[in-house]
């Protein structure tokens, strides 16, 4: 589209005769004559007026023929917009036309905006001096003549959004100009949204809608200045037609956007690279990463937080390395167990410092993720979701179904207020801070366990420390930040290790200590510890639910556990199906009889007279070692209960004895066999030995008789 033209002739001879200026300076152009910063200073003006054959004509018809190449690539230079000058207005005045000269060839419009002060709007009557022409007459008169006015007025500056023959804005050219010069393409998203690359990422419609109308609006003024002809309508409605895929672009899943590159892992290193816009990433860290920097504060709150547990702290580390990956491939969700006073919130602070604010975290409370499907829509283009304090009371227990699916990378239900909803692919990481667990329903199923990671903070600060207690720097926080970039390579070196082990967390005594009681404390019908205690494996006949249940009632008032006031059948079903699920059971079968009613196959119920005697009292280490716990369930027992465990325990002890005995003389006797036999042999032997000297010897006597 910026190359010559039929009609560049033309134009120039009519450009020529309107001006004589112009025709003055081309003859000099020719001649070899004309100032070089005045000749780029025409080729700009012609640029800005959209004669870009007649602005190339002029580039080459440079006497010297050096110069010509390098007026072409200050024009092409212009055409991509690389001066901001072409913004700015021109008048005949910056080409040496003085006032009278000007009044000779432009229209009483132009001269108007020359020259403010005087008036050339009206034609006014000689003798009153009043205008002859009503405001809607010269209103008409100037539409009328505004095709025609000269190409130096300011307000018919056009570039290639015109046509050159009607002078009428084109949108098809304009969005020619803005795919050639801005970086668009389609996500794949539903519904597909546009993404224009800025400032080293890709920035999403619905996200920075406001910073792509602004770069925009900067290419459509540099198209054609101080004009405004239906601009978002027209555009938004071809940009999503003519736009390329973003898959046409190199993924970013395995690249850190940072402040100043893109950072990737290579055999256990980290490289750097600079941005490009053929790397598709929509989120960036608002740090640099840099070669030598230390983060001795850092080092000295993770130290003095986590009591110098080196196991502890690399699960933190590779924890703030997962939040900068764009994938759920360790589905995990993480909780900041403890008191307040013990550094939860600084940790926080840290990491949406690292993160960016606004742009790469939020903190939505875990009942609003799981409720609130506007909120949800908050999540899109974040790192993490982190949230400071997440507290609820025992009797509003939060279904986590949403942010299981979160922590897995699934798809969830978005929807922006005011406008469709849609299913979103989302990365955010979900980080709580709590003082408690939290109770959730389903707490005991495997999706819950299995995406649960608990990081303690026991260590209290406090300004007047008590014993056991550190003293509290308030300033922590601003110290910690002039650390950043340190500390963005310490997370980093946490994401590589995270992905070399498979995306399988490092192992930390604390770390299952504290998962052992989160199963407890979610737990909300304490289904598995009544398992273990009150129901035993059978080839029996089934049992029925509601039997286990009414069992189940009976067991919590005597250990002192408060049940829910209502549980369905559906949710004491999927809670008892849990449990076994986590002691070791693969197929749990559920069978209807008695008029249809729901069996379990496979357990039952214990009896009185059903006594587990599986641990019992022997001489091995191992049995040995819980005899305080067998005394301990015996003191729980009536004494005809303890008596006839007790005769159990000696009757089964005595078999078992009598069987060893019994095993042990059939070994001994055994044993002796082959000896029996190996003095038989001997003995046949010494016998043949025998009987073979005395025939010896009787034949040598008959040889001495003869």
Request: with cysteine; net charge neutral; hydrophobic share 35%.
């Amino acid at each position: 589209m910026y190359h010559d033209s039929d009609f560049s002739a033309d134009e120039r001879n009519r450009l020529c005769n309107r001006c004589p200026k112009f025709k003055e300076l081309c003859e000099q152009q020719k001649q070899g004559e004309l100032d070089k910063k005045l000749a780029k200073l025409v080729i700009m003006m012609l640029v800005s007026a959209g004669r870009y054959p007649l602005a190339i004509e002029f580039a080459k018809k440079a006497h010297d023929k050096k110069l010509a190449p390098k007026y072409y690539r200050y024009y092409q230079g212009l055409i991509f917009n690389k001066e901001s000058a072409l913004v700015d207005g021109f008048d005949c005045t910056d080409f040496g036309c003085t006032a009278e000269e000007i009044k000779k060839c432009f229209s009483r419009q132009e001269l108007e905006r020359l020259y403010p002060n005087e008036d050339f709007s009206f034609r006014k009557d000689k003798e009153t001096d009043e205008p002859l022409n009503s405001p809607l007459e010269m209103l008409r008169f100037f539409r009328s003549e505004l095709p025609e006015i000269g190409i130096f007025t300011r307000w018919n500056k056009a570039n290639n959004v015109w046509c050159p023959d009607t002078g009428n804005f084109n949108p098809n050219l304009y969005l020619d100009y803005v795919m050639s010069s801005l970086p668009i393409v389609l996500t794949e998203d539903n519904p597909p949204q546009l993404s224009v690359y800025c400032n080293g990422i890709w920035k999403q419609q619905d996200l920075h809608l406001r910073e792509i109308n602004q770069l925009l609006r900067i290419h459509y003024n540099r198209a054609a200045p101080h004009m405004w002809k239906g601009f978002p309508k027209e555009l938004w409605q071809m940009l999503p037609q003519e736009s390329p895929s973003c898959t046409t672009l190199k993924s970013g899943k395995k690249y850190v956007n940072v402040q100043n590159g893109l950072v990737y892992f290579m055999d256990g290193e980290l490289y750097k690279r600079s941005h490009t816009d053929e790397v598709y990433t929509t989120r960036q860290v608002p740090v640099p990463i840099k070669e030598d920097c230390e983060c001795p504060n850092f080092e000295y709150y993770l130290q003095s937080t986590f009591r110098n547990d080196e196991d502890l702290i690399k699960v933190v580390q590779e924890m703030c390395g997962y939040l900068l990956l764009d994938t759920c491939k360790a589905e995990k969700i993480f909780y900041l167990i403890g008191p307040g006073g013990n550094g939860k919130s600084v940790l926080l602070g840290v990491l949406e410092a690292l993160l960016g604010h606004a742009q790469g975290t939020i903190g939505l409370s875990l009942e609003e993720i799981n409720t609130n499907k506007f909120a949800r829509f908050k999540l899109i283009g974040k790192f993490a979701n982190l949230s400071n304090e997440s507290e609820a009371s025992g009797k509003d227990a939060v279904n986590l179904k949403v942010s299981r699916a979160l922590a897995s990378g699934n798809s969830v239900w978005v929807e922006d207020k005011g406008k469709p909803g849609f299913m979103a692919k989302l990365t955010a990481k979900q980080v709580y801070c709590m003082n408690e667990i939290m109770p959730v329903k389903n707490g005991t199923s495997q999706g819950n366990l299995r995406r649960a990671l608990i990081i303690p903070f026991e260590q209290v600060f406090s300004s007047n420390p008590a014993e056991g207690e550190l003293a509290k720097d308030v300033n922590l926080l601003d110290k910690l930040l002039g650390e950043l970039p340190a500390i963005l390579r310490w997370a980093l070196e946490g994401a590589m290790r995270l992905i070399e082990n498979n995306f399988e967390f490092s192992h930390s005594d604390k770390v299952e200590e504290y998962f052992k009681i989160y199963a407890n404390a979610v737990d909300e019908l304490q289904m598995k510890r009544f398992v273990e205690e009150k129901m035993i494996r059978t080839t029996g006949k089934p049992t029925s639910t509601t039997e286990i249940y009414n069992a189940h009632r009976l067991w919590c008032e005597q250990n002192g556990i408060e049940l829910p006031d209502k549980v369905s059948g559906n949710k004491y079903w999927d809670a008892l199906k849990s449990a076994l699920k986590s002691l070791g059971e693969k197929k749990i079968e559920k069978v209807g009889c008695n008029g249809n009613r729901v069996h379990l196959k496979g357990w039952r119920l214990r009896t009185e007279d059903d006594i587990d005697i599986d641990i019992e009292i022997g001489e091995d280490t191992k049995e040995a070692s819980t005899l305080d716990q067998i005394m301990a369930e015996m003191q729980k027992l009536s004494p005809e209960r303890q008596q006839r465990y007790l005769d159990k325990l000696r009757t089964r002890n005595a078999e078992k004895a009598a069987k060893k005995a019994q095993s042990d003389e059939e070994v001994a006797e055994a044993e002796s066999k082959p000896k029996k036999a190996q003095k038989a042999a001997k003995k046949a032997q010494s016998d043949e030995e025998v009987d073979e000297a005395e025939s010896q010897s009787k034949s040598k006597k008959a040889k001495k008789v003869k």
